[in-house]
């Protein structure tokens, strides 16, 4: 379980976010929803300990992650691996060794100097390659990649860390729908089937409630929504992204038909 209390950041004299508290078993898909400067990107690098908070604590299994530093600091980050949207690769780098670089966290600190990979490290990175169908592309320059398949690169990165928690930040904002799909479809499957909890931010409403089993919805720094997708009216939405819910052609309210749509057609399926 981790736990946070009371989480704030500062910035100058304006909270980034303020006094956010939540739990979030172990094995969930969270969706953090919100509209640009909620304060969703700071609260997950506040997660991973990247940002530090102002004030609040995070707790995982009650350990005090906001008092680690050193060794135990830097197995926290490995255990909370980060997924970018623009994905942070190596360009010029081979695909394999991209993945490797997630590896090195599990490392001695000479071996890391040298950036010295064992096999074992080599068969996991394969491994991992092969589960997000980029196995066939190991040598090649991550450069010369689609958006799609680097942020797959990047997921796989993520997976040889072996982490507890994957915090996802935007991960599909610079992709088209069909590599949306794609890099969507491998973190609920790596949540499924690894039991790794996923936390991702995304503007999306339709994708995130798609496939999280929780929406986490932010405005102005703080939780104002907590709840299933199917919870998520379009009243709270129009709150969310500060629009009246009467200007109900707004982008976020479209999705909300999308969402009731795709509810009525599962529905449906199960009738038949
Ligand atoms: N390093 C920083 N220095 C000063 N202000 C910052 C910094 N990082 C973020 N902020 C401010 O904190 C607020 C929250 O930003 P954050 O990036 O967390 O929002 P977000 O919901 O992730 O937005 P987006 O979806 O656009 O990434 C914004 O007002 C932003 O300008």
Not at 47 to 56: D, F, K, Q, T, V
Not at 91 to 103: F, Q
Request: hydrophobic fraction near 45%; aromatic fraction near 4%.
């Amino acid at each position: 379980m981790l736990r946070i209390e009371g989480l704030t950041k500062r910035f100058g004299d304006r909270n980034a976010v303020d006094t956010v508290s939540l739990s979030i078993p172990h094995g969930e898909m969270v969706g953090i929803i919100g509209r640009s400067g909620a304060g969703k990107s700071t609260l997950l690098r506040m997660l991973n300990r990247l940002a530090e908070p102002s004030s609040g604590r995070i707790l995982c299994e009650e350990r005090d992650v906001t008092a680690l530093k050193g060794t135990a600091l830097r197995r926290w980050r490995r255990d909370t691996a980060m997924i970018f949207q623009q994905f942070n690769l190596v360009g010029r780098l081979d695909v394999l060794t991209n993945v490797l670089l997630g590896r090195l966290n599990h490392r001695s600190a000479a071996l890391t100097l040298v950036k010295s990979f064992s096999e074992d490290d080599k068969i996991r990175a394969i491994a991992a390659l092969e589960r997000l169908d980029m196995g066939h592309l190991l040598a090649q320059r991550t450069e010369t990649l689609s958006g799609g398949q680097q942020q797959r690169v990047a997921i796989a990165r993520a997976l040889v860390q072996e982490p507890r928690i994957i915090l996802a930040d935007e991960p599909i904002a610079s992709l088209d729908p069909r590599n949306t799909q794609v890099v969507m479809d491998a973190l609920f499957r790596i949540n499924r089937e690894h039991g790794i909890t996923v936390i991702c931010n995304l503007h999306d409403l339709d994708i995130a409630a798609k496939y999280c089993d929780r929406l986490i919805g932010m405005a102005a720094g703080k939780v104002v929504f907590d709840d299933t997708p199917q919870a998520l009216t379009r009243e709270v939405a129009a709150d969310l992204y500060g629009i009246e819910a009467k200007d109900a052609g707004a982008e976020a309210l479209d999705a909300l038909d999308a969402i009731a749509a795709s509810e009525a057609r599962r529905a449906k399926q199960k009738i038949a």
